[in-house]
């Protein structure tokens, strides 16, 4: 019966290794061939052979597991547009919105560019700059590609850091990723932040040059394991090789040759990126850069409403710790009566533009109770807090304070939970009816964890007894 291997590449790894253990057992008993054995280059061969074998069908398959096109590109603009629009509506004089709609118009215009932009990044010296000079022959009959090399990573010396390079990096369509041996864990997380942003890339290995032919092999193998995506072997500057000439004479000559740069697989895919994919690169990017655009501007919108929120929040915080205050009531129940309030819900959903009715407010503070009475919030911040009452004897037996605090704890972070929630939804969707329970959920521990620090919880106490006790009681409760 044949069995057909499923696993060529873990098959082939294993077999070359099998022959570089042979070549290394029986190193001293085989007939050299150069300054490498026949078994060597038998071994070598079945490896390129097999990375060969397992080189993707296309040097194309990222971008054919991108599905993008012209109106795709025109729908990203539009919704950043959208947020851009709804943050002029929400704060006219906004400082960024000149420079967001500038950002829009020259998005518009990036839809019939021509030109394409290769980044050519990686660490200090692995060739970068000379890379570019020998294309710079082939680039010639490619007069839409510009190449930008960018700053080195994984140094500290410079102005940019790894996060400046990896920006400059995303406004490139192509990326050619250099390397001159198997991969750091600095290099392989990089890569993993480009391809997570969807840009087409080619790890070159370059400098291949400076290693034994079964050593290529292997950095080779390893590589394709590693990022499963297009590896190409090059070498831009090859070290010159010694030449030896034996006259008739006897006599001998000696003299360095200067080998051509060995880039024929990087141009070969290269070329047919560009020859099938010009455009759609130029669609990837600029689909990448609308959306990037749209964050942006969801981020000014988001600050312009948390700064309209916040007062909302401290009026509600403070009005349900009187409430609480005036009424003490068991700890659990603090939730049923003060802590959320529907109104709170209604006026922020309001500047979210997240309506609510009335009754779907109240569902939504009831739900949110609900919320955190089993995740045990409610009694671990009555907890925390009473803890630091006790550091005071008068404010801690007066009655309800604990109560009182508690409640405007639990309704402040109620309303910094429901503005984290909101903050997630897409702008302008009427969507405040069908709450999310598990992000909710999320969201609400988040957010407690955040306000559990013991520093805030001190200030936050010395408020609440400042509002709820008479001048003429109030005492430090903090040291």
């Given at each position: 019966?044949?069995?057909k291997l499923q696993?060529?590449i873990?098959?082939?790894g294993?077999g070359l290794s099998?022959?570089?253990w042979?070549l290394?057992?029986w190193?001293?008993?085989?007939?050299?061939?150069?300054?490498?054995s026949?078994?060597?280059?038998?071994?070598?061969g079945?490896?390129?052979w097999?990375?060969?074998?397992?080189?993707p069908?296309?040097?194309l398959?990222?971008?054919?597991?991108?599905?993008?096109?012209?109106?795709t590109v025109?729908?990203a603009?539009a919704k950043?547009?959208?947020v851009?629009?709804?943050?002029?509506?929400?704060?006219?004089?906004h400082?960024?919105?000149?420079?967001l709609?500038e950002?829009?118009?020259q998005?518009?215009l990036?839809?019939?560019?021509q030109e394409?932009?290769?980044?050519?990044?990686?660490g200090?010296s692995?060739?970068?700059?000379?890379l570019?000079?020998?294309l710079?022959?082939w680039?010639?009959?490619?007069?839409r590609?510009?190449f930008?090399?960018t700053?080195?990573?994984?140094?500290?010396v410079?102005?940019?850091?790894?996060?400046?390079?990896l920006?400059?990096?995303?406004?490139?369509d192509?990326?050619?990723?250099?390397t001159?041996?198997?991969?750091?864990?600095?290099?392989f997380?990089?890569?993993?932040?480009?391809?997570?942003?969807n840009?087409?890339i080619?790890?070159?290995?370059?400098?291949?040059d400076?290693?034994?032919v079964?050593?290529?092999?292997?950095?080779?193998l390893s590589?394709k394991q590693?990022?499963?995506?297009?590896?190409?072997?090059?070498?831009?500057?090859p070290?010159?090789?010694k030449v030896?000439?034996?006259e008739?004479?006897?006599?001998?000559q000696?003299?360095?040759e200067?080998?051509?740069p060995?880039?024929?697989q990087l141009?070969?895919?290269l070329g047919?990126?560009?020859?099938?994919?010009?455009?759609?690169?130029?669609?990837?990017t600029t689909?990448?850069?609308?959306?990037?655009?749209?964050a942006?501007?969801?981020?000014?919108?988001?600050g312009?409403r948390?700064?309209?929120?916040?007062?909302?929040?401290e009026?509600?915080?403070?009005?349900?710790a009187?409430?609480a205050f005036?009424?003490?009531?068991?700890?659990?129940d603090?939730?049923?009566?003060?802590?959320i309030n529907?109104q709170m819900v209604?006026?922020?959903?309001?500047i979210y533009q997240?309506?609510?009715s009335?009754?779907q407010?109240?569902?939504v503070a009831?739900?949110?109770?609900s919320?955190m009475l089993k995740?045990?919030?409610?009694?671990?911040?009555?907890?925390?807090?009473?803890t630091?009452?006790?550091?005071n004897?008068?404010?801690?037996?007066?009655g309800?304070?604990?109560?009182g605090v508690?409640?405007?704890?639990l309704?402040?972070?109620?309303?910094?939970?429901?503005?984290?929630?909101?903050q997630?939804?897409?702008?302008?969707?009427d969507s405040?009816?069908?709450?999310?329970?598990?992000?909710l959920r999320?969201?609400?521990?988040k957010?407690?964890q955040?306000?559990?620090?013991?520093?805030?919880?001190?200030g936050f106490?010395?408020q609440?007894?400042?509002?709820?006790?008479p001048?003429?009681?109030?005492?430090e409760?903090?040291a």
């Amino acid at each position: 019966m044949v069995v057909k291997l499923q696993r060529p590449i873990l098959v082939g790894g294993l077999g070359l290794s099998f022959f570089l253990w042979m070549l290394e057992s029986w190193h001293h008993s085989i007939v050299q061939v150069g300054e490498f054995s026949l078994l060597s280059t038998l071994a070598v061969g079945g490896g390129l052979w097999l990375l060969q074998q397992n080189r993707p069908k296309s040097s194309l398959k990222q971008l054919d597991n991108m599905h993008v096109d012209r109106s795709t590109v025109e729908s990203a603009i539009a919704k950043a547009e959208a947020v851009i629009n709804q943050l002029a509506q929400e704060a006219e004089k906004h400082t960024a919105l000149e420079t967001l709609r500038e950002q829009v118009a020259q998005l518009l215009l990036e839809l019939d560019r021509q030109e394409i932009k290769l980044a050519v990044t990686g660490g200090k010296s692995v060739g970068k700059s000379t890379l570019i000079q020998v294309l710079s022959n082939w680039q010639e009959n490619q007069p839409r590609v510009k190449f930008q090399e960018t700053a080195s990573l994984f140094t500290e010396v410079g102005d940019k850091s790894d996060a400046d390079v990896l920006a400059e990096v995303a406004k490139s369509d192509f990326v050619l990723f250099l390397t001159n041996g198997d991969l750091t864990d600095s290099e392989f997380q990089s890569l993993q932040q480009i391809k997570a942003a969807n840009q087409p890339i080619i790890l070159v290995f370059n400098k291949q040059d400076q290693y034994f032919v079964d050593e290529r092999a292997s950095i080779l193998l390893s590589l394709k394991q590693r990022i499963q995506e297009n590896v190409v072997a090059t070498a831009a500057s090859p070290i010159p090789i010694k030449v030896r000439k034996h006259e008739v004479d006897g006599s001998m000559q000696e003299w360095l040759e200067q080998p051509a740069p060995d880039i024929q697989q990087l141009t070969q895919q290269l070329g047919e990126v560009l020859a099938q994919q010009g455009q759609r690169l130029v669609w990837v990017t600029t689909t990448r850069k609308a959306r990037l655009l749209k964050a942006e501007a969801k981020s000014w919108l988001n600050g312009t409403r948390r700064d309209r929120a916040t007062p909302v929040i401290e009026q509600y915080q403070w009005i349900a710790a009187a409430a609480a205050f005036a009424n003490p009531v068991p700890a659990l129940d603090i939730l049923a009566t003060a802590a959320i309030n529907a109104q709170m819900v209604m006026d922020l959903g309001n500047i979210y533009q997240q309506k609510f009715s009335l009754e779907q407010a109240q569902t939504v503070a009831g739900t949110m109770g609900s919320l955190m009475l089993k995740l045990g919030l409610v009694e671990l911040s009555t907890k925390a807090i009473g803890t630091v009452l006790k550091s005071n004897a008068v404010t801690f037996v007066a009655g309800g304070v604990v109560q009182g605090v508690s409640a405007a704890y639990l309704t402040r972070v109620a309303g910094l939970s429901l503005i984290e929630y909101f903050q997630q939804q897409e702008v302008a969707i009427d969507s405040g009816n069908t709450l999310n329970l598990d992000k909710l959920r999320q969201t609400l521990q988040k957010v407690f964890q955040q306000n559990q620090q013991m520093a805030f919880l001190q200030g936050f106490v010395k408020q609440g007894v400042k509002r709820l006790l008479p001048e003429a009681q109030q005492t430090e409760v903090v040291a």
